[in-house]
């Protein structure tokens, strides 16, 4: 690819997307004040519930692990094959 | 505090790192003073990549939450804006994985946006199969090419906020161009 074809193709790209600050003058700003949305935001918990599942779920799976090596030491050699 | 040539209040240096000292230790009202000096220029950011501005407002908004939640993790000497900027670029790469372009670019979309600097010489079919093959392109380079090419940022900034060398984000570009170019070709328009 050329130059020219380089400068075409960003042309057209800006032609299809011009620029925000072209179209809003001054700087684009939010509509409205978003500080309460932020406080809002601050108030609620983190979504973060899943992720607490997986740690919970690492343990138990960790844990059934280690009971069956105890309870049947024979399975380690299967156990390491498969890892 | 004192007053700039355009009046707006400019902070001394010592009372800005006193507000980041106070934001780290988690003081909402220095956050507010924060939030209250950088949300244009966060808004303005992320607008330039959704170019929605109710979407960019709500990304605003995560943002300045995540901000506050990762406080403890902000190292004043690196200064506020391009941190909250890698932020707002992260939240908004997320957005832009669940995001349907071909609901939202129609040709009314596009007439109603390149309305005002249009070139006669770019048909609105042109500019439409272009925005149409853009939203194609892997978020990682449509969002360094729009940023670059349209929005004409710094490649240091962009690369700042997408945790990228300058390199690399001239790469994107280049690549995001390239594949451009091929789609367009494939819809039988040629540069």
Redesign the interface.
């Known amino acids: 690819?050329n130059a020219?074809?380089?400068n075409?193709?960003?042309?057209?790209?800006?032609?299809?997307?011009?620029?925000?600050?072209?179209?809003a003058k001054p700087?684009?700003?939010?509509?409205?004040d978003?500080?309460p949305?932020?406080l809002r935001?601050?108030d609620t918990q983190?979504a973060e519930q899943p992720r607490l599942n997986w740690v919970w779920f690492d343990w138990a799976l960790l844990a059934g692990v280690l009971a069956v090596t105890v309870a049947f030491p024979a399975s380690i050699p299967m156990l390491l094959y498969y890892l | 505090m004192r007053s700039g040539s355009n009046g707006v209040l400019i902070r001394e240096p010592d009372q800005a790192s006193d507000l980041l000292e106070k934001f780290r230790q988690g003081d909402l009202d220095a956050f507010e003073e924060l939030f209250r000096l950088h949300q244009r220029a966060v808004y303005g950011w992320i607008l330039r990549i959704v170019r929605n501005p109710s979407a960019a407002e709500d990304l605003t908004v995560e943002t300045f939450w995540r901000i506050y939640q990762a406080r403890a993790r902000f190292e004043t000497t690196r200064g506020f804006e391009p941190w909250a900027r890698r932020i707002a670029t992260n939240i908004t790469l997320d957005w832009l994985r669940s995001w349907k372009p071909e609901s939202e670019l129609s040709a009314e979309l596009i007439a109603d946006q390149t309305a005002v600097s249009a070139d006669p010489g770019v048909t609105a079919e042109i500019r439409l199969k272009t925005a149409q093959a853009f939203a194609r392109l892997p978020r990682g380079l449509r969002v360094a090419a729009i940023l670059a090419v349209v929005e004409e940022q710094p490649h240091k900034e962009i690369a700042g906020a997408l945790g990228i060398s300058v390199t690399a984000v001239k790469l994107r570009v280049f690549r995001a161009v390239r594949l451009l170019r091929k789609d367009l070709e494939r819809q039988g328009i040629t540069p």
Do not use: F
């Open positions: 690819m020219h074809d380089e075409r193709i960003k042309h057209l790209l800006r032609q299809a997307l011009p620029p925000v600050e072209a179209e700087a684009p700003e939010p509509s409205i978003l500080w949305a932020v935001r601050l983190p």
